[in-house]
């Protein structure tokens, strides 16, 4: 099956600067790449997408970027600020249409400093 | 548009005692997913199912484990005889279409003493 790995597991940045996180996925038939953001207590908020067909996406200071021969795809976080800090996912779907699991990393914990 | 609903959001039981988790989807979404999340870990797959059929359940654990879609109402996963691993955040996420996003409830938070 999929298996996605996640880095780093944590991420400390001072406001304004800019964060990345990388994650790379096992299986070519994976089409699918979101990305969610999870607050304590809360549940995972998708905050950007990308498909296999596009290499790069931006929404604002959000950007995530797809390099499907590499199998690795990367969040980039631009001008943070603290309310970005949060746990974020990456996670990874096959294109097989009976399997529309979706397969997560372990998780970033990201801490912008003010 | 309400988004996806999840009671309890914090459930405890006893050792060998039921579990029952609903989900309600978004309005307009057919398609519900259940993930559990251990502490400090990310979301592992359980099941997928549409309306009245359990389309994939590779994640789900062969015994104890259930879960339903019917018709009309919610979608439950139930745990039987809940053990302490047990213990975790179960999250369902719903979606119009099996190809389109997924978007998550708050959980629920099951504890078992």
């Known amino acids: 099956g999929e298996n996605v790995e996640q880095h780093p597991s944590t991420l400390s940045v001072q406001e304004g600067d800019s964060a990345v996180i990388k994650c790379t996925y096992s299986?070519?038939?994976?089409?699918?790449f979101p990305w969610y953001k999870q607050e304590l207590g809360k549940g995972p908020q998708l905050i950007i997408d990308?498909?296999?067909?596009?290499g790069e996406k931006k929404d604002q200071r959000i950007a995530v970027t797809l390099n499907k021969t590499a199998k690795h795809f990367s969040l980039h976080i631009t001008e943070t600020q603290p309310e970005d800090s949060a746990v974020y996912f990456c996670?990874?779907?096959?294109?097989?249409?009976?399997?529309?699991?979706?397969?997560f990393g372990s998780g970033t914990r990201l801490q912008v400093q003010p | 548009n309400a988004g996806v609903m999840q009671n309890p959001r914090h459930l405890v039981r006893r050792r060998g005692q039921e579990a029952r988790l609903r989900c309600s989807p978004m309005?307009?979404?057919?398609?519900v997913y259940w993930y559990r999340q251990l502490p400090e870990e990310g979301l592992k797959f359980m099941v997928y199912?549409?309306?009245?059929?359990?389309?994939?359940e590779s994640g789900m654990p062969k015994e104890r484990f259930s879960a339903e879609f019917p018709k009309e109402g919610p979608s439950i996963l139930r745990i039987q005889q809940v053990v302490r691993g047990d213990s975790a955040a179960y999250f369902c996420?719903?979606?119009?279409?099996?190809?389109?996003?997924?978007?998550f409830g708050p959980g629920t938070r099951l504890t078992v003493t």
């Open positions: 996420a719903s979606s119009p279409r099996p190809e389109y996003e997924q978007y």
């Open positions: 299986d070519s038939a994976s089409n699918y």
């Open positions: 990308i498909r296999s067909n596009v």
């Open positions: 996670a990874a779907r096959l294109m097989d249409t009976g399997r529309r699991a979706l397969t």
């Open positions: 309005k307009g979404h057919s398609h």
């Open positions: 199912l549409q309306k009245e059929n359990i389309i994939d």
